[in-house]
């Protein structure tokens, strides 16, 4: 009986020990994520000081998405015998030089997808190499002098079309002077009411240069793993609302392990040239000018793998 009470006796004692050593840990661990909590928060501050100083920022970073498939004999499906894939990427960068009286914002911004479906047992089937499916590149430079903290005098070069099918047809050039206005850190904000707009496209009775307004706001920032860029630009021409146009594009990634994420990329985007030129590849006898062609709203998304750059 001695030896069993002894036993039990020696149990809780090992279950109170590891009990208390347990508790003693987590207190540590609390204490040991306070100190850490308290450090990176001082290393916050150093960095924004470091952020704040006079010179280039420069950063970039960009998602990768793609998949590969092969089929042979899969009888459940329409095309037994077949491979496809697509594979897309954006790149999102900038570098910017800020000084105390004055800025000059570069930025570049692309979104290239490619796509393929080969039947093996189509002979008609000529072409299975990758197509190009999503191309959008944006490049702009931004300049601007001081007249007050968050008030500049300002001038805006941008350029946008596509890369991989049809480059420069069309291209767009903005070319204007105005103001840019930061009401909050990482917001940038054009307004430009003396701007022309450049149009370089083979299809002349479509495509039309002109003086507008260009307005353009743009949104970048990291909190913590997470960085994102929102980009809104437009150009509303004073000779008629129909070569008016505007994009939105977004990008999205988070860092999961390293440099490595997810990320997530969309755009919207407005344009009546286009939607006539398009109209009128389809089929010219329907559509003879811009009131008989409907706008409708552009968009493309990718997802996949990201890697900070």
Avoid: C
Avoid at 4 to 17: A, E
Avoid at 133 to 154: C, E, P, Q
Avoid at 223 to 242: H, M, W
């Amino acid at each position: 009986m001695k030896k069993v009470l002894l036993v039990v006796s020696l149990f809780f004692g090992v279950i109170s020990i590891n009990a208390q050593t347990k508790e003693e840990l987590q207190a540590k661990k609390a204490e040991k994520q306070a100190e850490a909590d308290a450090a990176q928060a001082e290393a916050n501050k150093l960095q924004a000081q470091i952020d704040a100083l006079p010179g280039w920022r420069i950063g970039a970073f960009g998602t990768i998405g793609g998949s590969l498939s092969n089929f042979n004999n899969w009888y459940a499906q329409g095309t037994p015998n077949n491979s496809s894939g697509n594979i897309g990427f954006t790149f999102n960068a900038f570098a910017n030089l800020i000084e105390d009286k004055f800025f000059w914002r570069n930025s570049l911004t692309t979104n290239l997808a490619w796509v393929k479906l080969d039947d093996k047992d189509n002979g008609t089937d000529e072409d299975d190499s990758f197509e190009p499916t999503t191309d959008v590149f944006n490049l702009s430079s931004l300049y601007g002098r001081n007249i007050t903290k968050n008030l500049a005098v300002s001038g805006l070069l941008e350029y946008r079309t596509t890369i991989l099918n049809n480059f420069n047809d069309p291209g767009y050039l903005d070319v204007g002077i105005g103001a840019t206005w930061t009401p909050i850190e990482n917001l940038i904000v054009v307004i430009h009411p003396l701007n022309y707009n450049f149009v370089f496209a083979d299809n002349d009775a479509v495509f039309d240069s002109s003086m507008g307004a260009k307005i353009v706001a743009d949104y970048t920032r990291k909190i913590g793993a997470i960085d994102f860029k929102t980009n809104f630009s437009t150009f509303q021409s004073y000779k008629s609302s129909d070569l008016s146009n505007w994009t939105w594009t977004n990008s999205f990634s988070y860092t999961l392990w390293k440099m490595i994420g997810v990320g997530f990329d969309f755009g919207l985007r407005s344009n009546k040239q286009e939607a006539l030129n398009y109209a009128l590849a389809q089929d010219p006898a329907t559509a003879t000018g811009f009131d008989d062609v409907d706008n409708d709203l552009q968009s493309y998304y990718t997802i996949g793998l990201s890697y900070k750059f």
